[in-house]
């Protein structure tokens, strides 16, 4: 983090493409409103509750969502220096993800090849090289073991600049850090993307400056928070005094890049904006909102007058009735000014209080009662859910998949 005479500029040609998109969703927007429509799904579509209680559909998903999927792990920008690290155990596989000298973001299990030991204990930080404690076995920031205490009792069979921490596939792109939590799997991030990682790169992460970070728990299963995020449909009902202040309910505008999605539910008022010209349409202050598929929300807010933020949801599954979101904050261009910091801490305070108090409380709540539905029982997922819907059935084709 950085006082406000390291705050960095938005690129130009960054910027012309995220205001292109603005005006031409504000356009759809408009045509909504005007018409009284949304976007919507062909037809509603029922689920078995028990994609959120059964313990086998839980194991599976596991291990092909959160082990066989690349993860976002965290933003170009929370490490900056080389030597910079931070662990990574949300997925129950405890990994260092470390910037190299050489500049490269590489990650390790973060297990000592020697015994077994933690190499890195601190959450974050910077370091040249990483000791284990246990008998002080040395690595640097690639992996690399580059000291082992009294060598020569080993009779020359410590894999001395040889094989060091054990890797797992990590990749830089668009200003994000992604990692595939499985050490002896292979990560193909473009095919992941897809068409997705331009809208990634329109972003424009560069200059981001992390400002602050919360865990919400609840005692539910991880796809019952997720699906919260995914409709606007409960706002006038379990945000009434909140967000449904704010926010249109009943009109969501979704477009999908695979399995991932832009969406924006915009704000209220829209209607005083049709038949006035382009130039004067308030496209900054739309909210977006991106879903990187599995588990990871990027809300992008509105752009004010001291600057603009956005927030990164993760969310993790414990077990299958356990889960936490991990929600961090960001300046996109840096923070501006003591102004624009007060402004992302307030609007920080909003979050966590509609989060906590209504989303994570509402499903950590319920999520009991589902497994006591008879046999066969379905859920409805109404037209309007449909970014709902459709993180179902990626879900499923997802676990179906043959690779
Ligand atoms: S377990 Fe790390 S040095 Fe022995
Ligand atoms: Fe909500």
């Not at 991932?260 to 829209?270: A, E, Q």
């Not at 319920?366 to 037209?383: A, D, I």
Request: charged fraction near 25%; charge should be negative.
């Amino acid at each position: 983090m950085s006082d406000t005479a390291t705050a960095k500029p938005e690129t130009a040609e960054g910027a012309r493409s995220m205001r292109a998109l603005r005006v031409d969703l504000f356009r759809k927007v408009l045509d909504h409103a005007g018409a009284g429509t949304t976007d919507l799904a062909p037809d509603v579509m029922q689920i078995d509750p028990a994609v959120y209680f059964d313990p086998d559909y839980f194991a599976q998903e596991r291990r092909r969502l959160f082990r066989e999927t690349p993860l976002l792990v965290c933003l170009s920008c929370d490490l900056v220096e080389p030597g910079s690290f931070r662990l990574f155990e949300d997925t129950g596989a405890p990994i260092v993800v470390t910037r190299g000298v050489d500049g490269k973001v590489r990650a390790f299990l973060n297990v000592c090849v020697h015994r077994g030991g933690r190499v890195v204990r601190e959450a974050c930080g910077t370091a040249r090289r990483f000791t284990c404690r246990y008998h002080g076995w040395t690595y640097d920031t690639a992996g690399k073991t580059v000291g082992i205490p009294s060598e020569s009792y080993f009779c020359g069979k410590a894999p001395a600049g040889g094989e060091g921490l054990v890797a797992c596939p990590a990749e830089e792109r668009h200003g994000m850090v992604f990692v595939l939590p499985d050490p002896g799997g292979t990560m193909d991030l473009d095919r992941h993307l897809g068409a997705f990682g331009a809208e990634m790169e329109r972003l424009n992460f560069a200059g981001a400056e992390p400002v602050m970070e919360q865990k919400f728990q609840s005692s539910s299963n991880w796809k019952f928070a997720m699906d919260t995020y995914l409709e606007s449909y409960h706002l006038p009902t379990l945000h009434r005094d909140t967000f449904a202040n704010v926010f249109e309910s009943n009109l969501f505008l979704l477009d999908m890049f695979g399995p991932h999605y832009r969406f924006t539910f915009p704000h209220k008022g829209l209607h005083k904006w049709i038949g006035r010209p382009e130039a004067e349409w308030p496209v900054d202050a739309m909210p977006i909102t991106y879903f990187l598929f599995p588990n990871t929300i990027i809300a992008v807010g509105s752009v004010s007058a001291n600057g603009s933020s956005f927030t990164t949801h993760r969310l993790f599954p414990t077990a299958v009735g356990e889960m936490y979101a991990n929600v961090r904050m960001y300046a996109l261009s840096g923070v501006k000014s003591a102004e624009h910091r007060a402004e992302m801490e307030a609007n920080f305070e909003r979050i966590k209080g509609a989060a906590q108090d209504e989303d994570y409380a509402v499903t950590g709540e319920s999520w009991g009662g589902l497994s006591e539905l008879p046999p066969g029982r379905k859920f409805l997922l109404g037209r309007h859910e449909v970014g709902v819907q459709n993180f179902h059935r990626n879900i499923a084709r997802a676990m179906a998949r043959e690779d």
